[in-house]
Every structure is written in structure tokens, then in C-alpha cells.
């Protein structure tokens, strides 16, 4: 039972290249969520969805985009990578239905932009 | 705004005691749920405990318990007779009606033997 699957799961870019995170899941979830984590702040929500071709903006949506074509993926772009964007990158996972309902993470994706 | 609010950077206990981890939230929404998650130095994110804002009674799962004060808007996570494995990152996490889910900054929490 994979869970919440993340990839990469280290990668390295130099400032202005582009890339993509890629989060699956099988477990037939509606909420789909990316994260990041930075020493001292906690994890911030980038993009969410609520359902299959749906996104919305968490906290700190500038410099990625986020794609939801199929309903078990979750795609997160950079198009222009930065420095700042240097981060420890979490997908979770959720059941729909209310506030209830734990998140269920992939185990991280660690980026480092040059 | 800050959603989530964890006060205490870091903390330390003695095993075997018990230790308080404090977070309060704010929302205008009156359907929200409140979570506490582990993150140990190897980075996985481990559930603990949820609560409703509806739920009348604290939520329990084993030596961690969610003291719930509604009015005050605080959610603490106690846990009882600390153990070493206990020694990780503590996040505070609320879910506004349907939607989002924030966290908030974090506690590390350090186990002394």
C-alpha cells in the first residue's frame, strides 16, 4: 500500500531552470495539498485541490503553479526556479467531507536551487 | 493573520512527565477541525490526535490528549509519562470548513532521560 508517493525526492537546480513535483496517491482521495518547510516557519500551504480539475492558493502560491488533470496526481511546477524557493516540498492527501479526516503525507521532496 | 499560533519555539521534559505543547487558532468559520502531527528527525509527518469544533468531549489516543478550549480558541496536545521516542517536532494544524489546511510553526519537543 504505497500511500502518498512523492518524486523526485532530492533534486538540484540552478536558478531560472524549471521543474516538476509530481504527487501521487491511492488511496481515491478528493483533497490534494502541497507544502513547504523552512526552518522556523513551519509547513506553509502553497496550492490546494479540492477535487479533480480544481486548485486553489494556500498561503504562498507566487512562483508555482499546480495542475490536478487526474484525480490521484498532483502536480506542482516552477517555472523560473529561485533561491528562495530552496525548501523541503510536502504533498498530502485528504478524504472529503468535512473538517474531519486526517492528512496523509508523502515523505518530502527536497530541493536546493543554486 | 496568523491561522495557527504556537508560542514555544522549543521545550524540555523529564521522561516519565508529562508536558503541554500550546496552539491557538483563529477562524470566523464555525466548522473546523484541529490536528496535532509528529515530525521526528527522520522528516515523516505522523497523525496524532484530531478534534471537531462540534465534539463535546477532548479527544484521546493513548498518552496524547487534546485539552479543547473553545472559547479561548486553544487546542494544547498533552502528552503523559514522556517517553525518549517522544523527542520530534510538533505541529498544530486546522482545517476551515471544507477546504484548507494550515499549520502552524511548530515545537520541538526534547525528552530528557
Known amino acids: 500500500n504505497a500511500g502518498v508517493t512523492q518524486t523526485p525526492k532530492f533534486r538540484v537546480l540552478k536558478t531560472g531552470q524549471s521543474m516538476t513535483l509530481l504527487c501521487a496517491q491511492d488511496m481515491n482521495h478528493e483533497y490534494m495539498y502541497w507544502y513547504r518547510q523552512d526552518p522556523g516557519m513551519g509547513l506553509r500551504l502553497i496550492h490546494y485541490?479540492?477535487?479533480?480539475?480544481?486548485?486553489a492558493k494556500g498561503e504562498v502560491p507566487d512562483g508555482y503553479n499546480v495542475s490536478r488533470l487526474k484525480k490521484q496526481n498532483f502536480l506542482l511546477g516552477l517555472e523560473s526556479a529561485a533561491p528562495s524557493q530552496t525548501s523541503v516540498y510536502f504533498c498530502a492527501s485528504g478524504l472529503a467531507g468535512g473538517p474531519a479526516g486526517e492528512l496523509f503525507f508523502g515523505e518530502g521532496s527536497r530541493l536546493t536551487v543554486l | 493573520a496568523q491561522k495557527i499560533t504556537q508560542t514555544q519555539p522549543g521545550m524540555f521534559v523529564q521522561e516519565k512527565e508529562a508536558v503541554t505543547l500550546d496552539c491557538t487558532y483563529d477562524t470566523s468559520d464555525p466548522s473546523y477541525g484541529l490536528f496535532w502531527y509528529k515530525q521526528p528527525s527522520s522528516g515523516e509527518m505522523i497523525f496524532l490526535i484530531y478534534?471537531?469544533?462540534?465534539?463535546?468531549q477532548n479527544a484521546t489516543e493513548g498518552r496524547y490528549s487534546l485539552n479543547f478550549q473553545k472559547a479561548r480558541k486553544s487546542a494544547n496536545l498533552v502528552i503523559s509519562a514522556s517517553q525518549l521516542g517522544d523527542s520530534a517536532m510538533y505541529f498544530c494544524?486546522?482545517?476551515?470548513?471544507?477546504?484548507?489546511?494550515?499549520f502552524g510553526t511548530g515545537t520541538k519537543l526534547q525528552v530528557i532521560p
Open positions: 485541490s479540492v477535487g479533480e480539475g480544481t486548485t
Open positions: 478534534q471537531g469544533s462540534y465534539d463535546q
Open positions: 494544524a486546522m482545517r476551515e470548513g471544507y477546504q484548507k489546511v494550515t
